[in-house]
């Protein structure tokens, strides 16, 4: 009988959690109190964190490389690039893109918010000796763009997946800490005071168009990006159509809603112990902070320079320039609610920072598409 109970006991999972598994189990366990408590990403960091847990579960088989649930999923919706598309697809019903197309220009701010992208990358590559392809996908995390970030590390660098996405989805959730100190150091309170007018409104035409020919003329430029872009602006003109409702609320609710579960999941399950425990962890978090720094620097000292050549009416509040990250509409609001404090409520400007908030999504895709292109 105690002979039967022993074996019982070393053949559990008691008997082999490990110093490396506790660590993970911690890690879930604050990743959801800041879900919970914060309201930080609550429906991606508890799915991703419940997968922390389910990885980190010895003889359970619970991890995306396995060949249990969760290895299914993964393998037959990230492996094959099912799933984040499907998100863009989502995020193309969910998004408006009137605010960027009364103001065009913005499409510069979106794409100079980039730049911590390539920066990033290439000090991945240069600085700390990672290869062309797992330096990527450390840098898409600079797009603040997490369904764009898993989709090019499944493809490029599949073995850091989890740290990246969880390193993406984290300073998403950040931006209300990380933008606001670059934005004062970056701007003058004259520069934060610019009320730009809101532009006329945009012809129904106008925003049908769009999709259809940004969509193309990107997929053509960029051919890797296609499976991005082309679901993004998809779900957008299943919003703009007017004669689609049925689709639209499908893919903008129940069906993101349940590919988020499965994305987030899967991804959080790629993070076992041996997997995530490593120097190389915390070197991806430093360089995914760079990215996100730099890329909202980018964002505003374009539009610094843009305002060099505009009259003094037409000049750019440069603080809209961060939004180009594309946490939408996250980004936009930490935006509104810095001008809004620095100029004691006078200035309010998250109409016109939402037009670089959603140029940033099409070009954290583009980005994408670029490293795919070179890299694959």
């Not at 539009?303 to 505009?310: D, V």
Request: proline letters at 6%.
């Amino acid at each position: 009988m105690i002979e039967n109970l022993t074996k019982l006991f070393v053949n559990s999972g008691f008997a082999n959690l490990t110093i490396g598994n506790w660590i993970m189990f911690i890690l879930a366990g604050i990743l959801i109190y800041l879900a919970i408590k914060k309201q930080y990403e609550p429906l991606l960091l508890i799915p991703i964190s419940f997968g922390v847990v389910l990885a980190n579960l010895p003889l359970a088989d619970m991890g995306s490389y396995g060949k249990g649930i969760i290895g299914l999923i993964y393998s037959g919706g990230i492996k094959t690039e099912l799933l984040p598309p499907i998100i863009f697809l989502g995020i193309g019903v969910l998004t408006d893109f009137r605010p960027l197309l009364k103001r065009p220009i913005t499409f510069l701010l979106g794409a100079a918010a980039q730049l911590g992208i390539f920066i990033a990358a290439l000090g991945s590559a240069y600085l700390f000796g990672f290869t062309p392809q797992e330096a990527a996908s450390i840098g898409i995390i600079g797009g603040a763009d997490g369904p764009t970030t898993i989709f090019l590390t499944s493809k490029l660098a599949p073995h850091l997946l989890g740290p990246v996405a969880l390193a993406a989805y984290s300073y998403m959730s950040l931006v209300p800490i990380i933008q606001p100190p670059v934005l004062r150091l970056l701007t003058t309170k004259k520069e934060r005071a610019i009320d730009m007018r809101e532009p006329g409104n945009i012809s129904r035409k106008a925003v049908i168009i769009f999709p259809i020919f940004s969509g193309g003329i990107a997929s053509l430029a960029v051919p890797s990006s296609a499976p991005l872009m082309g679901m993004l602006m998809f779900g957008n003109l299943l919003r703009e159509s007017g004669v689609t409702d049925r689709l639209k609320k499908t893919a903008g609710g129940a069906l993101i809603d349940t590919v988020t579960i499965f994305l987030g999941i899967a991804v959080g399950a790629t993070m076992s112990s041996d997997q995530f425990l490593n120097p190389q962890t915390l070197m991806i978090f430093g360089l995914g902070a760079a990215a996100f720094i730099f890329s909202t620097a980018g964002g505003i000292l374009l539009a610094k320079f843009i305002n060099l050549f505009l009259p003094e009416k037409k000049k750019i509040n440069p603080c809209i320039g961060a939004a180009g990250v594309s946490a939408v509409p996250m980004a936009a609001r930490v935006v509104q609610d810095f001008v809004s404090e620095s100029t004691n409520g006078k200035v309010n400007p998250i109409m016109a920072a939402m037009g670089p908030n959603v140029a940033g999504v099409i070009g954290s895709a583009v980005a994408a598409g670029v490293f795919l292109a070179l890299f694959s």
